[in-house]
């Protein structure tokens, strides 16, 4: 019996994981559209306000079609268009936590970390705000301290962890660089 109820939530859980992702992917491509035919035609103000009004009228059920959601779909796609490593991770959670986000953060690699920690972790948005009003990215880099491999695993294992991970933050570092 438990087990079937586990894998009913479990799915349902994917289910709403992956229509956030296709939302996102969605709002990532509507952003891009928008800059790219504000580069190559002009497009001002008038045109997001006109397409916001067209959105909503062709599809009066669905919401997130303001000129405001608008504009932050070209805000976050302008954001992290250059950042690949970004792109997927990018789609694993809500748009709120976006917002958030974009809004809260202007720093490219602090926002790297808000985005992966709140989908490792699960944050809610309450939880995020409280991350970053209590300015975690930067006390995790003076603690150099971004995991819990010491307290989690092994004395073999953390130590193995702990390599990969500054591994993956030379690259990442890198990455940023270039």
Known sequence: MNEIKNQVVNSRV?????????????????????LERQKEFGWGKSIVERLSKDLQKEMPHNTGFSSRNLWDM???????????YLRQLVADIPWGHHLLILTKISDTPEAYYYIKASSEFGWSRNVLLN????????????????????????????????????????????????
Do not use: T
């Open 14 to 34: 994917q289910a709403v994981k992956a229509v956030n992702s296709e939302l996102i992917e969605l709002y990532w491509n509507i952003g891009k559209l928008i």
């Open 74 to 84: 070209r805000r976050l796609y302008e954001k992290y268009r250059n950042e690949s």
């Open 131 to 178: 991350q970053i009003k209590s300015d975690a990215y930067h006390r995790a880099l003076s603690e150099n301290k971004l995991h819990n491999f010491q307290r989690a695993l092994p004395a073999y294992l953390a130590e193995q962890a702990e390599f990969c991970r500054k591994i993956e933050k030379c690259f990442l570092i890198m990455f940023l660089k270039n």
